[in-house]
């Protein structure tokens, strides 16, 4: 199942002094990367984080989610959906035996 993972801080934080726990996130989303749950990962406009996943459900996304360092302090959370195929092509495609 494909996963749109989407950060929102908790609180006004000073990143400038956050160095280690970022460090630590960032090594723990490569190993996320690695294990191909975690598919791509940008950043938006607000410096939020934009997860595309492959995961087993969406209860699997959020348990895989809450073991980052970040949502372990409380610092960020995820809003968290499923993406399903665009199925609107089949409106302007002929049938092959019309």
Same mark, same amino acid.
């Given at each position: 199942?494909k996963?749109?993972?989407?950060?929102?801080?908790?609180?006004?934080?000073?990143?400038?002094?956050k160095? /280690? &726990?970022?460090?630590?996130e *960032?090594h723990h989303?490569?190993?996320?990367? =690695?294990?191909?749950?975690? +598919?791509?990962?940008?950043?938006?406009e607000?410096?939020n *984080?934009?997860? &595309?996943? #492959? /995961?087993?459900?969406?209860?699997? *996304?959020?348990? =895989?989610?809450?073991?980052?360092?970040?949502?372990? #302090?409380?610092?960020?959370?995820?809003? =968290?959906?499923?993406?399903? *195929?665009?199925?609107?092509?089949? +409106?302007?495609?002929?049938?092959?035996?019309?």
């Open positions: 199942m996963i749109l993972a989407i950060e929102k801080e908790l609180k006004d934080v000073d990143w400038s002094n160095s /280690c &726990i970022l460090e630590q *960032a989303v490569h190993q996320l990367y =690695i294990s191909e749950y975690l +598919r791509e990962i940008y950043f938006n607000h410096n *984080a934009v997860l &595309i996943m #492959e /995961c087993k459900s969406l209860e699997h *996304a959020k348990e =895989i989610l809450d073991e980052l360092p970040l949502v372990k #302090e409380k610092l960020i959370k995820f809003k =968290i959906m499923q993406l399903n *195929a665009y199925t609107g092509y089949k +409106r302007i495609i002929k049938k092959e035996n019309s």
